[in-house]
């Protein structure tokens, strides 16, 4: 299955994707958000469909302690609004320091700060993925990988 990984920001959204073998996660872009919900559902309802995904993986920022919090709440907005744009799953996948993860892969690869910067979004986006694809593979899952919160 190709997937489509989001990790859903206030001032941007990282994207990703994996391949039709659910092998390798990669960078798919970023979203700038315009701070219009319907508008920014209606861009990222685009790129799903533009990738011909089968699914979408969307970071949830759980707190530490696994429960929903403020951020966490903006996002499952987000994702209540985007089901009814698009006709594919979609799951949740906790992003708990994601970006902090991606920074530090990214550092240790040499990137620039100005790099870093440009592909944050993406590379959480990567992990997320990532982490999901994993789990698929251990738990040889389909797509019942949900948050209760959803």
């Given at each position: 299955m190709r997937f489509v990984a989001l990790d859903i920001g206030d001032v941007r959204i990282g994207v990703a994707t994996c391949d039709s073998?659910?092998?390798?996660?990669?960078?798919?872009?970023?979203?700038?958000?315009?701070n219009s919900?319907?508008?920014?559902?209606?861009?990222?309802?685009?790129?799903?469909?533009?990738?011909?995904?089968?699914?979408v993986v969307a970071g949830l920022p759980l707190s530490i302690d696994g429960s929903v919090g403020p951020q966490a709440e903006k996002v499952l907005g987000f994702i209540r609004a985007l089901r009814r744009a698009v006709d594919v799953p979609i799951v949740t996948w906790d992003e708990s320091l994601s970006s902090v993860e991606?920074?530090?892969?990214?550092?240790?690869?040499?990137?620039?700060?100005?790099?870093r910067r440009v592909m944050i979004d993406q590379m959480a986006a990567v992990l997320i993925l990532e982490g999901y694809l994993a789990h698929r593979r251990t738990a040889n899952t389909p797509h019942d990988v949900q948050h209760p919160a959803n």
């Open positions: 073998l659910e092998i390798a996660a990669s960078p798919a872009g970023t979203i700038v958000r315009v919900l319907k508008r920014d559902v209606a861009s990222v309802a685009s790129m799903i469909v533009e990738q011909e995904a089968d699914g991606a920074d530090e892969l990214m550092i240790s690869r040499g990137l620039s700060r100005q790099k």
